[in-house]
């Protein structure tokens, strides 16, 4: 067996160029991923693990890659750190994978990076808090981050908020960890800028379903918006408090993993006018161009699922890595991707704009505030450029 070990010490003294990495063999390449499939927010876990599926089986459906078929490898970490520790163990040591590609949540990739990295595996895509698991990555050549920091996305889509709608007292819900913090650090920087203090905070757990204290605080403290650090179902769940508690004159802007079409179509009446930090073009794909409209007409018939535009972000980044490896050649090494990866740029209808790998995170991060309008999330700022 490859020693994971010894070969993360190699390339930490950059003599990996020639090094056969573990999960390349002559037939195939062995990737993995680790996602919530039994957690808070497993309900929308499908989309992502198909859409990396369809990109790598439309490569095996070509013959692979320069000779190589991918081999995909899914594991569970239930939104629970010590679970993803596990998962990402697993896929280390016991299947050998190349590469860990889109794992999910801010928590878990904190608890797993580090160890992917040191073991030698490219860490692609995380869907986290990219500038904390750069951090506690140690700035590693093989982490490759595409989600746009939630500090600075929120940052712009807030002073904007206050710019265009001149809020008087702001007020900040937050789950607690990784998450809450990256976001929490774009609301300070932008209420700084602004001249202006929090009325009112409030935490909340991974997995916590009533808000109802929160939102209280909320209201006693007289905000009239009210910034989220939410996901799925706890965005749905502040926006139904608020309503429910009659804080309609307030304003809900939710952080970029609360702005997707699946809180739009679940949370249904509830969510009707909130506001969210778009970093992404929210598509619906069976509404999409006629291009799209035929990927989404594929996912369907092969998963048997309307894919929604996480499906379709998760294909995207996929597909950035799927052209890496074919770049690096037949004779493949982590290195020789690493290097194609960092001179390659990708382009997706998804996008806002064409992507490129700057200091291993992808850029420009590119912000629209958008707001529910009729069921679905509507443009209502211009295109806000981070470089």
Do not use: C
């Amino acid at each position: 067996m490859f020693s994971r070990a010894i070969f993360g010490a190699a390339l930490a003294l950059g003599f990996a160029a020639g090094a056969q990495a573990a999960g390349i063999k002559d037939t195939e390449i062995v990737v993995g991923t680790h996602l919530d499939l039994s957690g808070p927010v497993a309900a929308g876990m499908p989309q992502l693990r198909n859409g990396m599926q369809m990109r790598l089986d439309e490569a095996n459906d070509k013959g692979g890659v320069n000779g190589r078929k991918f081999k995909f490898v899914v594991e569970d970490n239930a939104s629970q750190p010590q679970v993803a520790v596990r998962a990402a163990e697993k896929l280390i040591n016991s299947d050998e994978v190349f590469a860990i590609l889109n794992p999910f949540g801010s928590g878990t990739n904190a608890a797993a990076v580090k160890r992917a990295v040191d073991a030698g595996v490219i860490y692609f895509s995380p869907w986290g808090a990219s500038a904390i698991l750069q951090k506690i990555s140690g700035n590693s050549p093989l982490l490759f981050t595409t989600i746009a920091n939630y500090d600075t996305t929120t940052a712009a889509g807030l002073k904007w908020m206050i710019d265009q709608y001149k809020p008087q007292k702001v007020g900040f819900i937050f789950q607690e960890g990784p998450f809450g913090d990256l976001l929490g650090a774009g609301v300070k920087a932008a209420m700084e800028e602004k001249k202006m203090t929090l009325a009112a905070t409030a935490g909340y757990k991974a997995g916590d379903l009533d808000f109802s204290s929160q939102v209280a605080r909320m209201q006693q403290a007289g905000v009239d918006l009210v910034v989220t650090a939410t996901i799925i179902r706890e965005t749905i769940a502040v926006a139904g408090e608020m309503k429910k508690a009659g804080m309609t004159n307030a304003k809900m802007l939710t952080g970029t993993p609360g702005r997707i079409n699946l809180v739009a179509q679940l949370g249904k009446d509830n969510v009707e006018g909130i506001y969210g930090v778009g970093t992404w073009n929210p598509l619906v794909p069976a509404k999409g161009s006629e291009d799209v409209q035929k990927w989404a007409a594929t996912f369907k018939s092969r998963y048997n699922l309307e894919p929604d535009e996480t499906g379709l972000l998760a294909y995207a980044y996929t597909d950035w890595f799927v052209k890496a490896v074919e770049a690096a050649g037949r004779d493949v090494t982590t290195d020789k991707v690493v290097a194609a990866l960092r001179a390659s740029s990708q382009s997706s209808l998804i996008f806002y704009d064409t992507k490129k790998f700057v200091n291993n995170h992808a850029m420009p991060e590119s912000v629209k505030v958008e707001q529910i309008k009729g069921g679905a999330w509507t443009a209502v700022s211009p295109l806000f450029n981070e470089k």
